[in-house]
């Protein structure tokens, strides 16, 4: 299905941006893992996987918050057909009790991040006119969540990005679409949520079951591929029924 497509991930050494990169090279993609330096060790594991598929995989350096990392990085990948902007941040906090650090480093991470990143990468998509950018939301973008008030904010400014981005490069021939997750259960999310906690919020999906990193990339799959070649501009949930607007 993407055969012959050269993907970059960014955050893609662990998590949901792990399982994207490895469901993208199932179909048929070579993965390009754009992470910090210090998860260089993290991802060479996933490429052996991905190799094994058949599929080639590099990893390249990236600070997505600093201009001149990810000009670097775009110059180290090389051609890029699909870009997922995945990187990102959550450290729970009430509103009120928010640091101006905490609060700008979220926005730096989650939402500048994609700004810098799809905007080093638009030239060379404008000039082969194709491209598919696709970036990694959150449910918590559609209402917000108590302690991740910042979080749920920046991920707001994620789809509104994916929308205004859409309109402007569309006649390039360039789609740009977002994917809302509802509760995955990486790592972080498998500490957190425990006993009653889980429970509750299982029985809150229509399906009864919270997500794994890999329902994700099932999205990632579809907005890479040629199946969504009309489509741009969208937001899907990824949730299992927990939500529905």
């Known amino acids: 299905m993407l055969s012959e497509r050269r993907v970059l991930v960014t955050g893609g050494a662990q998590g949901i941006g792990a399982a994207i ?5 199932k179909a048929g993609a070579d993965i390009v893992i754009a992470d910090l330096a210090a998860q260089s060790g993290t991802a060479e594991a996933l490429m052996t996987k991905i190799t094994e598929l058949g599929q080639r995989a590099e990893f390249v350096e990236i600070d997505v918050t600093d201009k001149a990392s990810v000009e670097a990085a775009v110059e180290a990948a090389g051609q890029i057909d699909v ?25 730096d991470i989650n939402a500048k991040g994609v700004l810098l990143c799809t905007n080093a990468f638009l030239p060379q998509m404008r000039e082969r006119k194709f491209g598919r950018v696709i970036n ?19 991920k707001a400014t994620v789809v509104t990005l994916t929308r205004v981005y859409a309109q402007e490069v569309g006649e390039d021939g360039i789609t ?18 425990v006993g009653a906690d889980r429970e509750y919020w299982t029985n809150a999906t229509s399906l009864k079951r919270l997500g794994d990193p ?32």
């Open 136 to 154: 990694i939301a959150s449910l918590a973008a559609r209402q917000g969540i108590p302690t991740e008030g910042h979080y749920a904010a920046t």
């Open 176 to 193: 740009v679409n977002a994917i809302c997750p509802g509760i995955i259960l990486t790592e972080m999310a498998q500490n957190k949520l």
């Open 214 to 245: 890999g329902d994700v990339a099932g999205a990632a799959v579809y907005f890479a591929s040629d199946l969504a070649d009309y489509v741009t501009g969208q937001a899907l949930n990824v949730c299992g029924g927990l939500y529905f607007h």
């Open 21 to 25: 990169a490895l469901g993208l090279a």
């Open 83 to 107: 870009l997922v902007n995945n990187a990102g941040i959550l450290v729970p906090s009430r509103l009120e009790d928010l640091d101006e650090a905490s609060w700008q480093k979220h926005f």
